[in-house]
Each structure stands twice: as structure tokens, then as C-alpha cells.
């Protein structure tokens, strides 16, 4: 298990930009991909990025591609997510979560909820119009 800790998220405006953090508690964080998903009300997660283990792989879906990239400092166990141009059905809870990669995996990512096995606590993101 996979201690994940969240920054906070926050108010921004419409047009606006974020940057939430998570950093993780684990010997070997390379062998790990991390994605981000976020709940809205009612709603199923959705992942909004994904990356390998290695960082040089990533994953965007439509709604925020362009507009949000994930990165990583393995050197120090964090995992970004810079999201800009924030829209009014872009507030949720955001988590990342961790998936330990298969052996040679390190370029992989995934894209389901039911893949990562650590979630962070979440960090609410409101965008104002």
C-alpha cells in the first residue's frame, strides 16, 4: 500500500489555473504509474491523466487534453497535475492514485479506477464563474 497525500485544491476562476501535487510514501516510487481522477456529485470517478512509471508516458482524455499535464519528480516521490483553462464542469474532487506497474512496465499507464490500488485522501476543486 501506497501512502498518497494530497495538496490542497482551492477557488479558482474560470480561465484560471491550478496545480495539485501529491506526493508518496513508498521505497520505489519509479514502479509505480499514478493517475488522477475526479468525482463529481453522484458521479463515477474519470481519470483526467495518467503517467508511467518512467514519466515518459501519458494519457489525457478529451475534455482536458490541452489543458491539463501531469508530471512527475521521481526523485521526489511526486506526481503533478498542472490543470489550466479551467472550465465551469471542471469542479470535482480530485485524487490521485497509484498502480504498481508490472515487471517491465515502467512505460505503462492505466486508465481505470479499479487498476490503482492507493488513493489519496481527494482535494475539492471549485470553479467560480
Not at 47 to 56: F, H, Q, R, Y
Not at 67 to 80: C, E, G, I, L, P
Not at 97 to 109: F, L, N, V
Amino acid at each position: 500500500q501506497v501512502q498518497l497525500v494530497e495538496s490542497e485544491g482551492g477557488l479558482v476562476q474560470a480561465g484560471g489555473s491550478l496545480r495539485l501535487s501529491c506526493a508518496a510514501s513508498v521505497h520505489t516510487f519509479s514502479r509505480y504509474a499514478m493517475g488522477w481522477f475526479r468525482r463529481a456529485p453522484g458521479k463515477d470517478p474519470d481519470v483526467v491523466a495518467a503517467i508511467s512509471g518512467s514519466g515518459g508516458t501519458t494519457y489525457y482524455p478529451d475534455s482536458v487534453k490541452g489543458r491539463f499535464t501531469t508530471s512527475r519528480d521521481n526523485a521526489k516521490n511526486t506526481v503533478y497535475l498542472q490543470m489550466n483553462s479551467l472550465k465551469p464542469e471542471d469542479p470535482a474532487v480530485y485524487y490521485c492514485a497509484a498502480a504498481e506497474s508490472r515487471p517491465y512496465g515502467d512505460s505503462e499507464y492505466y486508465i481505470s479506477p479499479s487498476d490503482y490500488g492507493s488513493w489519496g485522501q481527494g482535494t475539492q476543486v471549485t470553479v467560480s464563474e
